[in-house]
């Protein structure tokens, strides 16, 4: 089992900026990749980023050099740095963290891009 603790959205105005964590904890040495989703209201939940367990990342077309996807092992904590925020960025951010059995999902943290 793996259970996973997001936080760290928010309001921000746009061509701003937000850090989203996601912490692991359980079996976390199950984890190969930890990947960030997110669910805009009325779409569905859609790729944003990964990041592996050798920090390999890899990024949707629409967030490339704008979000960047690290991980702080000692920690069990990935993040999301988002810059340049537009509102069409505005959603319900998850991570999930894929096993070999599966996929565990976080709680989501909202992101709104407004001015």
């Known amino acids: 089992q793996v259970q996973l603790v997001e936080s760290g959205g928010g309001l921000v105005q746009p061509g701003g900026s937000l850090r989203l964590s996601c912490t692991a904890s359980g079996s976390v040495s199950t984890i190969y990749a930890m990947n960030w989703y997110r669910q805009a209201p009325g779409n569905q939940r859609v790729w944003v980023a990964t990041?592996?367990?050798?920090?390999?990342?890899t990024y949707t077309d629409s967030v490339k050099g704008r979000f960047t996807c690290s991980r702080d092992s000692a920690r069990n904590t990935v993040y999301l740095q988002m810059n340049n925020l537009k509102p069409d960025d505005t959603a319900v951010y998850y991570c999930n963290a894929a096993i070999s059995l599966g996929v565990y999902w976080g709680q989501g943290t909202q992101v709104t891009v407004s001015s």
């Open positions: 990041i592996t367990r050798s920090d390999r990342t």
